[in-house]
Nanobody, 119 residues
């Protein structure tokens, strides 16, 4: 089973920046795509950004132009650079990966990292 470990969350003032990291570990797996969801209090989880193995990206409209997703394939790590942060970006951010192993295809999730944007 692939494990995802996130880091980089924290408290930042509006207009500031943070970079989230998500490292995948395990054995004998291929990741087709990775990305980030977020969930704010009282709201549904929403897709923030996705990056395919081939390099295609997809962003939520609310973060386009401010967030950038990237990866280091050698490290099985995906990053989310968040700039011009707004109060409404406050949420728990979850990394996910679509994984193919020898026997199964499944989605793995990280434990979540809190991002709090203050005024």
């Amino acid at each position: 089973q692939v494990q995802l470990v996130e880091s980089g969350g924290g408290l930042v003032q509006a207009g500031g920046s943070l970079r989230l990291s998500c490292a995948a570990s395990g054995s004998r797996f291929v990741i087709d795509y990775m990305g980030w969801y977020r969930q704010a209090p009282g709201k549904q989880r929403e897709l923030v950004a996705t990056l395919t193995f081939g390099g295609n990206t997809n962003y939520a409209d609310s973060v386009k132009g401010r967030f950038a997703i990237s990866r280091d394939n050698a490290k099985n790590t995906v990053y989310l650079q968040m700039n011009s942060l707004k109060l409404e970006d406050t949420a728990v951010y979850y990394c996910y990966a679509n994984v193919r192993s020898a026997t199964a295809v499944y989605t793995s999730w990280g434990q979540g990292t809190q991002v709090t944007v203050s005024s």
